[in-house]
């Protein structure tokens, strides 16, 4: 059974970093590109970022580019997303997706999501 | 960009109906589309892709269809555990981009 389980979320001020992980399971992670995609409350759903399956090709949207980080470690089948220099619009939960391909694409298999709080 | 554009954003329905909603692309994107259905406080679920292809274990009453710039996302015999809010997605190319939603109520 394919999981994913997203962890490091929480509230952050303004400015402010924070790392989120997901730690996927039930799968050849090193075949699958891999995906961050946010919703901010009562919004509709937003893709931030891609990560090849070997970590060669990496893809932002451009209200995060030189902001956010996504990386890989497929020896411990866990994905990240460094964000730094926070900002209230980045208020949103994240989830981690898996890529249907190897690439970018349709995200096949969704974690629960975890809670970022942007607020003085 | 690509934007993607649904409609309705709300449609009213009722169990057994049948319903069609509509997903337009600002340029060409082949078959790169597809779409998801999120319940509240849930995560989306992957339902279709290539426009047309169901994911596995998926309920044959949804269909999609289209190429180019226009799609359609059917519902037949609408179930209670269909009521929900579909999103559609473009895959063409980066950034991916999504649709506004349609949420599908009673």
């Known amino acids: 059974e394919v999981q994913l389980v997203e962890s490091g979320g929480g509230l952050v001020k303004p400015g402010g970093s924070l790392k989120l992980s997901c730690a996927a399971s039930?799968?050849?992670?090193?075949?699958?590109?891999m995906n961050w995609v946010r919703q901010a409350p009562g919004k509709g759903l937003e893709w931030v970022s891609t990560?090849?399956?070997?970590?060669?090709?990496?893809y932002y949207a451009d209200s995060v580019k030189g902001r956010f980080t996504i990386s890989r470690d497929n020896a411990e089948n866990s994905l990240y997303l460094q964000m730094n220099n926070l900002r209230g619009e980045d208020t949103a939960v994240y989830y981690c997706?898996?890529?249907?391909?190897?690439?970018?694409?349709?995200?096949?298999?969704w974690g629960q999501g975890t809670l970022v709080t942007v607020s003085s | 960009d690509i934007l993607m554009t649904q409609s309705p954003s709300s449609l009213p329905a009722s169990v057994g109906d049948t319903v069609t909603i509509t997903c337009r692309a600002s340029q060409s994107i082949d078959t790169y589309l597809n779409w998801y259905q999120q319940k509240p406080g849930k995560a989306p679920k992957f339902l279709i892709y290539?426009?047309?292809r169901l994911q596995s274990g998926v309920p044959s009453r949804f269909s999609g269809s289209g190429s180019g710039t226009d799609f359609t996302l059917n519902i037949s015999s609408l179930q209670p555990e269909d009521f929900a809010t579909y999103y559609c997605?473009?895959?063409?190319?980066?950034?991916?981009?999504f649709g506004g939603g349609t949420k599908v109520e009673i």
């Open positions: 997706a898996r890529g249907y391909n190897w690439n970018y694409g349709p995200e096949d298999y």
């Open positions: 990560i090849s399956s070997s970590g060669k090709y990496i």
């Open positions: 290539a426009a047309s």
């Open positions: 997605q473009q895959s063409f190319g980066t950034p991916l981009t």
């Open positions: 039930g799968f050849t992670f090193t075949t699958y590109g």
